[in-house]
């Protein structure tokens, strides 16, 4: 199977201070990732796209130098969350592109950060 | 991102019975439509997912139907149980990007 692993799988901060979160494909390569965020009761919102080696294709509204992308291994990115503040308090979702699905079109998802930013 | 709505917002279902999600797309060019299953804090774990080529597909209790020309496609739970209880999204889109739909909160009740 695929298995993504995203750690942590809770965070606090305090407002001010950087977080990263990891997002990790076990058992595939994975050649893209994308992150998510998700409001309580609210649908995934993408945030970015990221293909290992190259800079992360960021969604309309999402501040590159808030949300720094790295995805510098096909198994790895990360997501670090710089100067953070409450209202980035959220849940953050990570899915990684690949596997042993029978079709390419293999979305795995992490089991998601919950960042709370005090 | 393209729009995929999705409704009810929530369903209540007794157990043994069929829930019944609806989702509509607008891009003509998607070709991959998956549903996820959520329980609270746990990141999406997808159930079934279809591609346009086909009108339904079934695995298990779960089914998708797929109208292209409506551009609609639903999900379908039979014999609900109460560990089906959690918040379902469709989502639509192609290789690079899905786009998921509001969420469904399902409670299935004994």
Same mark, same amino acid.
């Not at chain 1, 609210?42 to 720094?68: C, H, I, P, R």
């Not at chain 2, 991102?1 to 609806?22: A, E, H, R, W, Y």
């Not at chain 2, 891009?27 to 959520?38: E, G, L, S």
């Not at chain 2, 089914?63 to 149980?81: G, P, R, V």
């Given at each position: ?22 997002? @990790? ?11 998510? @965020? ?75 950060? @919950?960042?709370?930013?005090? | 991102?393209?729009?995929?709505? #999705?409704? =009810? ?30 329980? =609270?804090?746990?990141? =999406? ?26 551009? #609609? ?8 149980? =109460? ?12 290789? #690079? ?14």
């Amino acid at each position: 199977g695929a298995v993504v692993s995203q750690h942590p799988s809770w965070v606090i901060c305090k407002s001010g201070t950087s977080v990263k979160i990891e997002c @990790r494909s076990l058992d595939f390569q994975a050649t893209t990732m994308f992150w998510y @965020r998700q409001f309580p009761k609210q649908s995934l919102m993408l945030m970015a796209t990221s293909n290992e080696g190259s800079k992360a294709t960021y969604e309309q509204g999402v501040e590159k130098d808030k949300f720094l992308i790295n995805h510098a291994s096909l198994t790895l990115s990360t997501l670090t969350v710089t100067s953070a503040h409450p209202e980035d308090s959220s849940f953050y979702i990570c899915s990684a592109l690949g596997g042993s699905s029978p079709s390419k079109y293999g979305y795995t998802f992490g089991s998601g950060t @919950r960042l709370t930013v005090v | 991102q393209q729009q995929v709505k #999705q409704s =009810p917002q929530s369903l209540i279902v007794q157990k043994g019975g069929i829930s019944i999600i609806n989702c509509a797309y607008e891009n003509t060019a998607f070709d991959y439509f998956p549903w996820y299953q959520q329980f =609270p804090g746990k990141g =999406p774990a997808l159930l079934i997912a279809i591609r346009p080529d086909v009108s339904e597909k079934k695995e298990g209790r779960f089914t998708i139907s797929f109208n292209k020309s409506a551009k #609609q496609f639903s999900l379908h739970i039979m014999d609900s149980q =109460p560990g089906d209880s959690a918040t379902y999204f469709c989502a639509a889109g192609g290789y #690079q990007k899905v786009t998921f739909g509001t969420g469904t909160k399902l409670q299935v009740i004994p």
